[in-house]
């Protein structure tokens, strides 16, 4: 059974097309996120769903648009993509309550704009 | 605003010796410190926490309040341990949790 999972694990696209990612946890979790791994490895917050309601916004351009039609969803769609978009995008998951600060992490959707 | 560091980007070990990864925090609350892991083709992963006092794989580390640290430390390191280790920072307030830079490990035969 997949906890979190996302789609497609790879992408490869054109600069200045759109693309979208998904991602689904079955964990009933209430807290959902994506990261973006850059080249160095670097992991970094973008956005941070809770019940559906955007919680935590990093800087990160207004291309990036992320929606979630229920809490076990958070989808990613990028606009107008660039090359520095290229990244390693992690979806993950955790019950805010709790607040363990254990994350679950999907396996990444590796993502090419040439 | 919180930051993780660490400073040693890759470290390579032979297989028996000891191995530290170093962690350095920034923040003026009380953090709660995590080690994250990353196997090769692998997600990440949760390798331990600093409040549950545990050792997991033979790692352990330890939170020092006075030097900010959290180095993840193994007496004697396996091949299997080679992987993107990556320590994280969560404070009270909320459920972010901030990665430092990762440091790849690596263990030689």
């Known amino acids: 059974d997949t906890a979190v999972s996302q789609t497609p694990k790879y992408l490869v696209t054109q600069m200045g097309n759109d693309k979208s990612i998904k991602c689904e946890q079955n964990?009933?979790?209430?807290?959902m996120y994506w990261y973006k791994q850059d080249s160095k490895k670097f992991l970094k917050i973008m956005f941070s769903?809770?019940?559906?309601?955007?919680?935590i916004n990093e800087t990160v351009p207004n291309r990036f648009s992320p929606k979630s039609p229920d809490k076990a969803h958070l989808n990613l769609h990028i606009n107008s993509l660039e090359l520095g978009d290229s990244a390693v995008y992690f979806c993950?998951?955790?019950?805010?309550?709790?607040?363990?600060?254990?994350?679950?992490f999907g396996e990444g959707s590796r993502l090419t704009v040439l | 605003a919180q930051r993780v560091t660490q400073p040693e980007k890759l470290l390579s070990v032979f297989k028996g010796a000891p191995v530290e990864l170093k962690c350095n925090y920034s923040?003026?609350?009380?953090?709660?410190l995590f080690w994250y892991v990353q196997y090769s083709r692998q997600r990440l992963q949760l390798l331990l926490r600093?409040?549950s006092r545990e050792s997991i794989k033979g790692f352990t580390a330890d939170l020092n309040k006075g030097e900010t640290s959290f180095h993840l430390k193994k007496p004697f390191a396996q091949e299997e341990d080679s992987a993107m280790y990556y320590c994280?920072?969560?404070?009270?307030?909320?459920?972010?949790?901030?990665f430092g830079e990762g440091t790849q490990l690596t263990v030689n035969p």
């Open positions: 964990l009933g979790h209430d807290t």
């Open positions: 769903y809770n019940n559906k309601e955007l919680i």
């Open positions: 923040y003026s609350g009380s953090p709660e």
């Open positions: 994280a920072l969560s404070t009270t307030s909320g459920s972010r949790l901030t």
């Open positions: 600093h409040i």
């Open positions: 993950a998951s955790s019950h805010r309550d709790t607040n363990t600060g254990e994350l679950f």
